[in-house]
């Protein structure tokens, strides 16, 4: 089942349980009651204000059902995730399986990650009218662990293709860099839940390896689909919009409901995540040679609609 992405931005909020609900409360005053949310509907819940409050039982059904709780800083990037210790009746096999999985199978999948990232990214590009065959070559040249990080050298070509030689991206910045920090946030709450949900370990990753970082394999299956919320910022800087209000992260969570071309067909993103994650389980395992991804360059490579923001957002 997809889920709702749900977010709390504003402040003096308190979250808590009752019979199934997610229950937001207004702290001031009579303590109104805002909204309810089922359980059983949700995705994620990102954390993205100041004075928030929950309760010890809420987050144990949220951590129960897999959904992550997402702490977000100042300028909009995740600084924490709340993940469950379970997320698959064959865990702890899986996670043997990842952790006895061979260095070759490792660089082999990271190969066929940053082909897919530098597919996806040249087909944002093709969408918006931008020059796409630099990044189309490079995905043809990956080889097994990507030893010429054509992954890096892609991105210096692609940032200033996308939006232009003056922009760069900076995880510090306001305007689209902040627009961009949020997306990705949505966009990792998303990919966390569906590797826990593989059964995988989310800090025993492909390629990233810093020793503070975490969530070092959802940082790296998430990269194929980074090009669709930086699709969906081109589309609303088009629109005039460029900065992060209540209408635009609605816009960049919508990118998770939206349909990318796979072998089997249109595929919600989501739903794409969670094939990707649990192929790669099965990889480990020795029942599949090669991880699921999405294709580019279809369906998938079309501009993103956007829903209608209004001017007071």
């Known amino acids: 089942m997809i889920g709702r992405i749900v977010e709390v931005a504003d402040d003096s909020r308190h979250l808590s ?3 199934g609900f997610m229950i937001v409360q207004d702290t001031n005053g009579a303590r109104p009651e805002l909204g309810r949310i089922p359980l059983d509907d949700i995705a994620a819940v990102i954390a993205n204000a100041h004075g928030l409050s929950y309760t010890n039982n809420l ?3 949220l ?11 100042a300028n909009h990037n995740a600084v924490g995730m709340l993940l ?12 043997e399986a990842q952790i006895a999985a061979s260095q070759p199978t490792h660089k082999r999948m990271w190969a066929a990650v940053v082909r897919a990232k530098l597919e996806q990214q040249g087909a944002a590009l093709k969408a918006v009218g931008a020059p796409h065959a630099p990044l189309t070559a490079l995905a043809a040249k990956v080889k097994s662990g990507d030893p010429e990080n054509l992954e890096a050298q892609g991105a210096r070509r ?3 293709l996308l939006f232009g030689e003056a922009f760069r991206r900076d995880r510090e910045a306001e305007g689209l860099n902040a627009m961009l920090n949020y997306g990705y946030t949505v966009m990792r709450s998303a990919t966390a839940r569906a590797v826990i949900a593989a059964g995988l370990h989310p800090s025993i990753g492909l390629h990233h390896s810093h020793d503070n970082n975490a969530m070092r394999l959802v ?4 990269e194929p689909f980074r090009p669709l919320i930086d699709l969906k910022v081109w589309a609303l800087q088009r629109d005039g919009k460029v900065e992060v209000t209540p209408g635009t992260k609605r816009a ?25 994650a649990t192929s790669l389980a099965q990889v480990y395992l020795g029942e599949k040679s090669k991880v699921e991804l999405p294709i580019a360059g279809l369906a998938g490579c079309l501009l993103p609609a956007l829903p209608e923001v209004s001017q007071d957002d």
């Open 158 to 160: 692609y940032w200033g």
């Open 17 to 19: 349980l009752y019979r």
């Open 84 to 95: 469950p210790i379970s997320g698959n009746f064959e865990q702890a096999k899986r996670i």
């Open 59 to 61: 987050l144990v059904a």
């Open 219 to 222: 940082d790296d299956l998430m």
């Open 63 to 73: 951590a129960e059902r897999g959904a992550p709780l997402v702490l977000c800083a």
């Open 252 to 276: 960049l969570v919508l990118t998770l409901y939206e349909d990318m071309q796979t072998a089997s067909g249109l595929t919600p993103v989501m739903v794409c995540m969670q094939k990707l």
